[in-house]
């Protein structure tokens, strides 16, 4: 733990790396979200597709009644992985717990 006081210097890069960390994981959940919706609209257009072709659609069912919720549920978990990290941070990066020792 780092005990010397915060200098201005300091300040301003720990905003640019938390700026960084948090431009990354607002990046990372909406590309998981686009990757889960786009998966999810493939496979129920395959759904159609295959009502339309009068294809036996149990293939087509079974993969999509398994899949479509663990990719929602994993987009989900993720979600609230990130905004749960974001809660309860001061904008120098420390938690409020937190007290510094002089």
Avoid: C, K
Wanted: glycine content about 10%; cysteine-free.
């Amino acid at each position: 733990m780092n005990l010397r006081p915060l200098e201005r210097g300091d300040a301003m890069e720990s905003r640019t790396t938390i700026g960084w960390v948090f431009a990354m994981q607002l990046a990372s959940v909406t590309m998981i979200w686009m990757f889960v919706l786009g998966i999810s609209f493939w496979i129920i257009h395959l759904l159609r597709l295959s009502r339309e072709l009068n294809d036996i659609p149990s293939g087509s069912l079974a993969i999509s009644m398994l899949a479509i919720p663990v990719f929602l549920l994993g987009a989900s978990v993720l979600t609230y992985v990130f905004v749960g990290l974001r809660r309860g941070r001061d904008p120098l990066g420390g938690s409020e717990g937190d007290v510094e020792e002089t």
